[in-house]
């Protein structure tokens, strides 16, 4: 059993959770995921580790109420354990592979768009721990959902909050600050690392590569089982297939065909569509998540 240590609510259905953890806490890094089951029954949710304490044993996660499982995890309190905590899954950001001397030299820009903000603030806090800070953009569509913003402050060099209604920071999109910093304020970006609901990805993809900028992003959000099994995480990046879950969750974004993601992540949340990517993707097709048949 992996015993909750803190949890509290960041806004409305975003909650954050300390679990005790140690083996997944020492060797876990910025970028992975862990899967969490609240009991044997219990629907495997895989989620994006927003931060580690590798002497206390702890791993932070943050997650939305969506659906029914996330729903009973927001019930959850200190005290109570989740049946299972499987990780560190994934491959870490392609960042902490390389040189940090060489990343000193690098201006790198992350853009967060709503609870992509957790995953983007491990890699912020690797990066000033390492002596290369760099700026941060997060977005939410109110100030109300706003997530992290004290600990993002404390380890960006510059960050800025945008919301969608102008309620808080500066108002409209992600992209907006985006263009603002590059082509108004004359900022230059080796690197953008974009996190958030794929359609936010799909849009910062578009305006960076009309800016010349390289940009990673995370898949994490069409994720469903997490071992590859599925399916659901299934997309196209340049003339590759690849599964978030087992490939990523990271990717050019550049490469990234986020009109088949999308479309895909539709078609998934119903039986007949699942069944009709069955028929689609014949014997390429993963079938087990038990729904559509596939691996009978």
């Given amino acids: 059993m992996y015993r909750i240590v803190k949890a509290k609510q960041l806004a409305e259905k975003i909650w954050l959770m300390d679990v005790e953890a140690p083996r997944t806490a020492r060797s876990c890094e910025p970028g992975q995921f862990v899967i969490v089951k609240i009991d044997e029954k219990g629907e495997r949710i895989p989620l994006t580790i927003c931060d ?9 996660i943050v997650f939305q109420e969506v659906g029914a499982s996330t729903h009973r995890m927001a019930q959850m309190r200190e005290g109570d354990a989740f ?32 609870v992509g903000t957790a ?19 997060v977005g939410a569509k109110t100030k109300d959902l706003l997530i992290l913003e004290e600990e993002m402050r404390r380890e960006a060099g510059n960050l800025y909050i945008t919301t969608d209604d102008g309620s808080y920071g500066r108002g409209g999109m992600v992209t ?21 609901p794929v359609i936010m990805m799909k849009f910062v993809c578009l ?21 590859g099994m599925c399916g659901a995480c299934r997309l196209t990046v340049g003339d590759e297939v690849k599964f978030a879950c087992v490939d990523g969750p990271e990717f050019d974004g550049h490469l990234v065909n986020f009109d088949e993601a999308m479309k ?32 009978k």
Avoid at 269 to 295: F, I, N, P, S, V
């Fill in 52 to 60: 580690y304490d590798r002497e206390a044993g702890l791993v932070t």
């Fill in 83 to 114: 049946e299972d905590f499987v990780g560190p899954l994934g491959r870490p950001s392609e960042l902490i592979g390389e040189d940090p001397e060489a990343l000193k030299q690098q201006k790198i820009l992350f853009v967060a768009g709503g």
């Fill in 176 to 196: 907006d600050a985006i263009r603002d910093l590059v082509e108004n304020q004359g900022k230059h970006y080796d690197r953008c690392v974009a996190i958030g």
């Fill in 119 to 137: 995953p983007v603030y491990p890699q912020v806090k690797w990066m000033k721990a390492h002596g290369a800070e760099a700026d941060v953009i």
């Fill in 207 to 227: 305006l960076t590569k009309e800016l010349g900028i390289p940009t990673i992003v995370s898949m994490n959000p069409i994720m469903v089982d997490g071992t």
């Fill in 264 to 295: 895909r992540q539709q078609m998934y949340r119903t039986q007949e569509g699942r069944a009709m990517l069955k028929l689609m993707e014949g014997e390429t097709h993963h079938g087990g998540c038990g729904y559509c048949g596939g691996d």
